[in-house]
């Protein structure tokens, strides 16, 4: 079992930067693949970062690249969000998940979801 809790959320002007914090609860967390997801008002949930068990590899949504950075820290069983260049299309809850499968962008891959953290960007 993996239990997951994001933090850094909050309000934010667009052009502005945040940075999420997502730390895992389990032994093995080198073990997993990360990924971030979000989910804006009346959206589906969509993937918008994810990160291999080593951190060497990553991916990114669309709609983020070239803004956004992927990181973790397996010592301190943490995965970080990097977000710069924020805009209101932004806005949405974030959410970090734990894959033990590998590296995906798929929802269904992911088998373990934190609580989400609320990330809202002003015009």
């Known amino acids: 079992q993996v239990q997951l809790t994001e933090s850094g959320g909050g309000l934010v002007q667009a052009g502005g930067s945040l940075r999420l914090s997502c730390v895992a609860s389990?032994?093995?967390?080198?073990?997993?693949?990360m990924g971030w997801f979000r989910q804006g008002p009346g959206k589906e949930r969509e993937f918008v970062a994810g990160?291999?068990?080593?951190?060497?590899?990553?991916w990114y949504g669309d709609s983020v690249k070239g803004r956004f950075t992927i990181s973790r820290d397996n010592a301190k069983n943490t995965v970080y969000l990097q977000m710069n260049s924020l805009t209101p299309e932004d806005t949405a809850v974030y959410y970090c998940a734990a894959d033990p499968g590998g590296f995906s962008d798929s929802l269904s891959a992911y088998d373990y979801w934190g609580q989400g953290t609320q990330v809202t960007v002003s015009s």
């Open positions: 990160i291999s068990w080593s951190g060497g590899s990553t």
């Open positions: 389990v032994r093995t967390f080198s073990h997993y693949a």
